[in-house]
T-cell receptor
Framework: GENVEQHPSTLSVQEGDSAVIKCTYS??????FPWYKQELGKRPQLIID?????GEKKDQRIAVTLNKTAKHFSLHITETQPEDSAVYFC????????????FGRGTSLIVHP | DVKVTQSSRYLVKRTGEKVFLECVQD?????MFWYRQDPGLGLRLIYF???????EKGDIPEGYSVSREKKERFSLILESASTNQTSMYLC?????????????FGSGTQLSVL
């Protein structure tokens, strides 16, 4: 099945800095790569996603890049703010039919004011 | 907005008890999922269902079963709870594949087995 590796497990930055979280996947047939944000005590929520026919996607301060050849995708957050502090999960799909995502282990991002 | 509701936020059970975790979604979604969340291990799939009465094992199904008698409801059952099943359990739903893969999560049930 699909295997998703996520790094780093913890990331600490100063407010205003950029943050980058990286994921690799194993199944070359995967074609949908979402990122979920989970604030402390809350449910995970989708913040951005990318499909395999696109190399980069941006939404205000967040962006995701995809390198299909290397089976690697990354989340970029610019001008970080304290409210960006959360656990971020990447995922990749694992089947050819219904979408069944495999998640990375998560990155705890801490933004210091 | 889609609402995925889990019946309990916190549960405390004894070893050997049968435990039911309930999840209801209100947007006619095809797919429903049960995940287990443990620190450092991320979200691990226990079971999923893509239709009423249909179920498929995920990555860690041992010790669990599920029931989907109605489209909106997906139940996770711990037949005989054990201490290593102490965890946060998250239910999720999605419409289908092909452009509708976004998962909507419930707020989770923190289960403690003593």
């Amino acid at each position: 099945g699909e295997n998703v590796e996520q790094h780093p497990s913890t990331l600490s930055v100063q407010e205003g800095d950029s943050a980058v979280i990286k994921c690799t996947y194993s199944d070359s047939a995967s074609n949908y790569f979402p990122w979920y944000k989970q604030e402390l005590g809350k449910r995970p929520q989708l913040i951005i996603d990318i499909r395999s026919n696109v190399g980069e996607k941006k939404d205000q301060r967040i962006a995701v890049t995809l390198n299909k050849t290397a089976k690697h995708f990354s989340l970029h957050i610019t001008e970080t703010q304290p409210e960006d502090s959360a656990v971020y999960f990447c995922a990749a799909d694992a089947s050819g039919g219904s979408y069944i995502p495999t998640f990375g282990r998560g990155t705890s991002l801490i933004v210091h004011p | 907005d889609v609402k995925v509701t889990q019946s309990s936020r916190y549960l405390v059970k004894r070893t050997g008890e049968k435990v039911f975790l309930e999840c209801v979604q209100d947007m006619d979604h095809e797919n429903m999922f049960w995940y287990r969340q443990d620190p450092g291990l991320g979200l691990r799939l226990i079971y999923f269902s893509y239709d009423v009465k249909m179920k498929e094992k995920g990555d860690i199904p041992e010790g669990y079963s599920v029931s989907r008698e109605k489209k909106e409801r997906f139940s996770l059952i711990l037949e005989s709870a054990s201490t290593n099943q102490t965890s946060m359990y998250l239910c999720a739903s999605s419409l289908d594949s092909g452009g509708s893969e976004k998962l909507f999560f419930g707020s989770g049930t923190q289960l403690s087995v003593l």
